[in-house]
């Protein structure tokens, strides 16, 4: 990355200066990432589908803005390498169903080793873990949440991430390492195509160590273990812009008036789709 791209994106995430490539600094790095840089697919709701180049995603997130997994995790994969980190890319999917493992392909996972220790990073979840996990398997806990690490079955090996937050509580990689390439055709699909829920369904998500918003549509939600889940219906455009920029730190000034109206109206009819389908 050029140096100001590289600067820019170390002060979005709270550093003045590039940490020594430590676990310690990585643990920082993840949780301002995940604090900082929302989940979102704004550019993609307005048909403006973003590049997989890392350069181009760590551009946008030192502008304000964020992404989903490609990107976010793409830059961050970027920026640890040019701090001095061991990265390694992987294919990876996501899955509803609590009992699905297969690799899709719709998910880049990373792997860090630093100080002897390798560690499953992901801000690329929007509500994946608050840090780092120790690649091993077992129970993690992170303050009230608690998550699961185990091996992969089948012919590939790999690892199998679980957790009971959010609406996707499997993700799975295979362990080979991969490159951008290999994430092209999903990418294109996951942006363009009509059937995929970035293109009919706005999202934001942003998480710290107790609890994790999540936009979609017009429903604001926030996941708690201690307190449960809370939502509430944002029911005016003022309303859904000032969430963006306060509760998810998303920078608004890419978005003309007419981005505005246009975001707004496709998310409202997304929405009252989304009531009738509910309403039976």
């Known amino acids: 990355m050029t140096p100001g791209i590289f600067a820019g994106y170390l002060r979005r995430l709270g550093f003045a200066e590039p940490p020594r490539p430590t676990a310690e600094a990585l643990f920082a790095l993840q949780r301002a990432h995940v604090e900082r840089v929302p989940y979102e697919n704004v550019d993609i709701q307005l048909g403006r589908t973003p590049g997989l180049d ?12 964020g992404g989903y997994c490609f990107h976010v995790n793409g830059a961050f994969a970027a920026l640890l390498e040019s701090l001095g980190y061991d990265v390694t890319r992987h294919v990876g999917g996501v899955h509803h169903d609590p009992e699905a493992r297969t690799v899709t392909g719709d998910h880049l996972a990373l792997t860090v080793r630093v100080g002897g220790a390798e560690y499953f990073v992901d801000t690329g979840l929007g509500d994946g873990p608050h840090e780092p996990l120790p690649l091993r398997a077992g129970t993690h806990r992170q303050g009230d949440f608690r ?134």
């Not at 890392?54 to 803005?65: D, H, K, N, Y």
């Not at 109206?261 to 989304?274: C, F, I, P």
Request: glycine share 6%; with cysteine.
């Open 54 to 65: 890392p350069v181009q995603s760590a551009l946008r997130i030192a502008e304000g803005r």
């Open 147 to 280: 998550y699961v690490l185990e091996p992969l079955e089948g012919p590939e090996p790999g690892w199998t991430f679980l957790t009971s937050y959010g609406p996707c509580p499997v993700t799975v990689f295979r362990s080979a390492p991969a490159a951008l390439a290999n994430f092209e055709a999903e990418h294109i699909r996951l942006s363009t195509s009509p059937e995929s829920g970035f293109v009919r369904t706005l999202v934001m998500i942003r998480r710290d160590a107790e609890s994790i918003d999540v936009l979609r549509g017009r429903v604001l939600g926030r996941i708690d273990p201690a307190k449960g889940p809370s939502e509430r219906e944002l029911t005016t455009p003022e309303e859904l812009y000032e969430v963006m920029a306060t509760v998810f730190g998303r920078a608004l000034d890419d978005l003309t008036p007419v981005d505005r109206a246009a975001l707004w109206d496709q998310v409202s009819r997304a929405h009252e789709t989304w009531l009738a389908a509910r309403a039976g």
